[in-house]
């Protein structure tokens, strides 16, 4: 395992985010549901939060379930959910806690959640891994909100010279058109094709793909509980040098 100064450069700043050797103990929960765990790793701080609701109310969601893996942020706000129109309602409450935490923190957050029917699921994310720009379809975008992508000696892309990220909650520091509080939704019918639904943070994503974390859960779910592989995982992600705080759940459909 490369040290941290090793992985991320000698840049002061970065080092200070960063231990001298990884926290590796964990947190690990799981049924015959669902696995949940969390661990640090090499960040100073635990930065992922987590929340689930099982069923995701007791009336009209009684047949829904709800995940998601959030940064600290917005662990310090609440939110009313309106059930009409789902897609724009999800929309309207990422903007409402982009709004909250304007009031509240100065920083941006990320966030990815999963709602679970009986015959649907829904992905919804922002400000993860699929928000960077190194996304060609997130620079396409910014570019034509007049924004611009650069990149400094020795550094990443960034939006204006700023952000790691394409979108984000929280973040008022640029334009809202370049930068916005709008979630990609994406809708999956629930049939036999899928045996679990699997959202991380991106301590799992920055050094592993979906087709990969899917064969490795694949690859133990006959003799692992869910819990026990996202052990696993974590392992295998902290062998692959990923330097940031990683955070699963893994949602059996079968």
């Known amino acids: 395992m490369s ?7 000698s840049n002061s700043s ?14 690990l929960y799981g049924n015959e549901l669902f696995g949940f765990g ?32 959030f940064d600290e942020s917005l ?13 724009d309602i999800i929309k309207r409450t990422f903007s ?11 920083d941006d957050s990320g966030s990815i959640a999963s709602l679970i029917g009986p015959n649907d699921i829904y992905l919804i994310n922002i400000g993860d891994s699929h928000h960077k720009p190194t996304v060609r379809k997130e620079q ?18 960034r939006v204006e010279n700023q952000l790691v990220m394409t979108r984000a909650l929280g973040d008022y520091s640029l334009d809202k058109h370049i930068i916005p509080a709008l979630p ?17 943070s991106d301590g799992i994503w920055d050094v592993i793909n979906n087709e990969q974390v899917a064969l490795f859960v694949s690859q133990r779910a006959s003799n692992k ?7 696993d995982l974590f392992d295998k992600c902290l062998q692959e040098e990923s330097s940031d705080n990683m955070t699963a759940f893994i949602i059996k459909l079968d």
């Open 3 to 9: 040290e941290k100064n090793e992985i991320n450069g």
């Open 14 to 27: 970065s080092n200070n985010l960063y231990l001298d050797k990884p926290c590796t103990k964990k947190e």
């Open 38 to 69: 969390s661990m640090q790793g090499w960040r100073k701080i635990n930065e992922d939060f987590s929340k689930y609701l099982i069923p995701f109310d007791n009336y009209l969601w009684k047949d829904w379930a709800f995940f998601s893996i």
């Open 75 to 87: 662990n310090k706000i609440q939110s009313n959910i309106d059930y009409n129109q789902l897609n």
């Open 96 to 106: 409402e806690l982009d709004k909250h935490l304007r009031e509240i923190v100065h």
């Open 140 to 157: 396409q975008r910014i570019r034509r909100a007049g924004g611009q992508i650069t990149k400094a000696t020795n550094d990443v892309l």
């Open 184 to 200: 990609d939704i994406i809708q999956y019918r629930r049939d036999s094709s899928a045996s679990f639904v699997i959202i991380a």
């Open 225 to 231: 509980s869910l819990s026990e592989i996202i052990s």
